[in-house]
């Protein structure tokens, strides 16, 4: 073969060779496109869903608010017409005071009475042991984007840490020890009110006056204080959740609007 010829080849050979090299770097670069639309298109899935396990937090968080400024409002109500000591503490941060919007629809239909209502006594006994485990949270769509790797994605990085402190929040102050602490406490109250004074606060329908039994006693004063006092921290805590959650909200629409 003349050494033109082999030249030709080899040029030839070296072409083909660079078209496959080619061929198959535009292969690779056309799926890492195709990978990363993929994941663009996940993160974008994930994130409007976990606006809307945001949403349902927010809604069990109205729900906990409300049903425990109603029960706030009962302890100081019981309080008041048993002649004990009905004030707030002076030295701790209070929520709002509670008024008839608060479980309007939950509890109790119409305004909140000052005067003594049989109805409204009943209600606020038997609110004395229930609602803080109220609150249920979705962590589906948190925990996937965790085991997925998704998270890491997320472009925004106030978003991403503003995520994790509302879940660490979550941890610390409306799940787990925080309301078993609660719970153990409310339970004390209704134990205490049912072996010491015979009150069964699930149901005092039957009973013909439930305060003349408290009236002026110190003891009642001392539990159904504390009890109010963890109430209301729940609602304080429940309100800053409700907020982080709404400010999450905020952000993940704002980052979706965001041109790619």
Not at 70 to 87: E, P, T, V, W
Not at 179 to 199: C, K, Q, S
Request: overall charge negative; hydrophobic content about 40%.
């Amino acid at each position: 073969m003349e050494r033109s010829a082999v030249h030709k080849y080899l040029l030839y050979a070296a072409g083909e060779v660079l078209l496959v090299v080619l061929g198959i770097l535009i292969a690779l670069q056309v799926n890492n496109w195709n990978e990363n639309r993929r994941e663009e298109d996940r993160l974008k899935t994930y994130l409007l869903n976990l606006q809307g396990a945001l949403l349902d937090d927010i809604a069990s968080l109205d729900t906990t608010i409300s049903v425990n400024k109603f029960r706030l409002h009962g302890i100081f109500y019981l309080l008041k017409h048993a002649g004990l000591n009905d004030s707030a503490f002076t030295d701790i941060r209070w929520v709002a005071n509670p008024d008839e919007n608060d479980g309007i629809h939950k509890i109790w239909k119409g305004p909140y009475p000052d005067s003594l209502n049989r109805r409204f006594v009943i209600q606020s006994f038997c609110w004395l042991g229930r609602g803080f485990g109220g609150a249920a949270f979705n962590h589906s769509v948190i925990n996937e984007l965790y085991a997925t790797g998704s998270f890491s994605n997320i472009p925004d990085p106030e978003l991403k840490g503003k995520l994790g402190d509302y879940y660490r929040y979550l941890g610390q102050r409306l799940e787990g020890y925080a309301i078993e602490e609660h719970e153990e406490w409310a339970n004390e109250v209704t134990r205490f009110l049912r072996d010491e004074y015979g009150i069964f606060t699930l149901d005092v329908s039957d009973m013909e006056d439930p305060i003349l039994l408290i009236r002026n006693r110190k003891d009642v004063e001392r539990h159904l204080r504390y009890l109010a006092f963890e109430v209301n921290y729940h609602c304080i805590w429940a309100a800053s959740a409700r907020n982080m959650a709404i400010e999450l909200v905020q952000l993940i629409g704002a980052t979706e609007a965001a041109p790619d």
